[in-house]
């Protein structure tokens, strides 16, 4: 048995704002330095907030603006999936890998942008946005499998599934995927974004100019789970 499993962000999408910072611009918001996003953002990378409270204070700031589920809907229509993704999917669950995602992204967003790519993943694991029958926001639930928690979920995972850490390989490209090598598995880094790349600890193997996620197969390999 063996599994990749996605960060989603700048992994499996083209370069683009982070979902957030795009719902607080949307709304209205400065985004800016000392803007109540960078401070919320500040307060939690520092512990003085829980994810929790950092998904609390984010959902009632954005219904003070009356965010509705259209905001998303826009911002995933502007998304765009990476060159070679659905090949590359498909190739993988061919030759035997479960395929999941692990995103600080949300749900519903992840969703619409794979769209009939959806098929291929045994799990998507991401923020989840509560919106009432008009469509407006109710309840951000956070996810247990951002930052520290994408290691989190690949020792859940192992447990779960029984596979080995060295069949299991985490694609990613930010400094929230970092976390991810503490669990044993592979980690491949592609199109470093706030990731440390030269850390040859936390990244097995890094691509800096990945244009075409094929690019990605042969390392896979490389990585010793043989295709
Ligand atoms: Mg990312």
């Not at 596979?163 to 880094?189: M, P």
Request: net charge negative.
């Amino acid at each position: 048995m063996k599994s990749v499993i996605f960060d989603f962000d700048g992994t499996l999408t083209c370069k683009n704002s982070n979902v957030w910072k795009s719902i607080w611009q949307n709304l209205g918001f400065d985004v800016g330095k000392n803007s109540h996003y960078a401070k919320l953002y500040g307060d939690f990378i520092s512990e003085k907030i829980t994810h929790q409270q950092w998904c609390d204070l984010t959902c009632e700031a954005f219904i003070s603006k009356g965010m509705n589920k259209s905001v998303l809907d826009e911002i995933a229509d502007k998304t765009k999936l990476i060159s070679g993704a659905h090949e590359v999917f498909e190739t993988l669950k061919k030759e035997g890998f479960s395929l999941h995602i692990v995103s600080g992204n949300i749900i519903s967003v992840i969703e619409r942008v794979l769209g009939e790519n959806v098929k291929f993943f045994d799990s998507i694991n991401a923020n989840v946005l509560q919106f009432d029958e008009r469509g407006r926001l109710l309840h951000i639930q956070g996810t247990n499998y951002d930052f520290a928690g994408k290691a989190r979920f690949v020792e859940e995972f192992k447990i779960k599934t029984g596979i080995l850490a060295k069949n299991i390989v985490f694609v990613g490209n930010g400094g929230n995927d970092e976390w991810a090598y503490l669990s044993g598995c592979r980690t491949l880094c592609i199109n470093p974004d706030d990731a440390e790349k030269s850390n040859s600890t936390k990244w097995h193997i890094v691509l800096n100019d990945v244009s075409d996620l094929k690019q990605i197969l042969p390392e896979i390999n490389n990585l010793g789970l043989k295709m």
